[in-house]
């Protein structure tokens, strides 16, 4: 199908499950979200860096298990009591560290959510351990939760993200294309997302299909 050229469509990201590539980076952290009734505790921490595919699995795990999703700063103006109504899933936990509303609302949400019986997922860039809290109840609930690391990206992986980028642009290079731009952009799945951002503007600003010499020209801009 040919590129459509100077109409900005907007990005569909797909979050399904099928959606998920899972190579050897991830398959622990996809295995433990598609096993989620079997979680100790009925919890767990999901892990690893941005654009490593969290909120993708967070999505997935919600669709499975009927859960909302709520942005751990959000928190402190949430109203738990019917958060907890659900299985939850809480984003981005690292960010209201020392934020004592927001922690305080995590530490009773935590709580009100296993005593009626559901399920609740935590992520965050570093480990736990990392996530520097200051409550010190909350502090050891997050701590005795199972935990599941997404890894960075092998060669695999990061040529399947890159597709799945770009298709979420409606841009459908060819793998050519895709290979040569991996052996020339840092290695992690936030330059990707950066990379193909900058792909799809010049090529609307150009009025250009997505060939290799205007990546090239993006590339090099970007040097």
């Given amino acids: 199908m040919a590129q459509q050229l100077g109409l900005a469509l907007p990005s569909r990201t797909a979050l399904g499950r099928d959606d998920f590539f899972v190579a050897p980076s991830n398959a622990i952290a996809a295995a433990m979200i598609d096993g989620w009734q079997g979680w100790a505790g009925r919890k767990l921490a999901l892990t690893g860096p941005a654009g490593s595919g969290k909120t993708h699995l967070t999505h997935v ?16 103006t949430a109203d738990i009591p019917q958060l907890a109504q659900t299985s939850v899933a809480v984003e981005d936990v690292p960010a209201i560290a020392g934020n004592a509303a927001a922690e305080t609302a995590l530490f009773h949400l935590h709580n009100l959510v296993l005593a009626e019986g559901h399920s609740l997922l935590m992520t965050g860039t570093p480990p736990v351990a990392g996530w ?92």
């Fill in 61 to 76: 795990w919600a669709a499975m298990a009927g859960a909302q999703i709520i942005n751990a700063a959000d928190l402190a």
């Fill in 132 to 223: 520097n809290l200051s409550l010190p109840d909350l502090t050891s609930r997050l701590g005795a939760a199972g935990a599941a690391a997404l890894d960075a990206p092998d060669d695999m992986l990061l040529t399947a993200v890159m597709a799945k980028l770009l298709a979420d642009r409606q841009l459908t290079p060819k793998l050519e294309l895709i290979t040569y731009l991996l052996l020339r952009m840092d290695r992690s799945f936030a330059a990707a997302g950066a990379l193909v951002a900058a792909l799809d503007a010049a090529s609307l600003a150009q009025k250009k299909p997505l060939t290799r010499a205007l990546a090239a020209q993006v590339l090099d801009n970007r040097a």
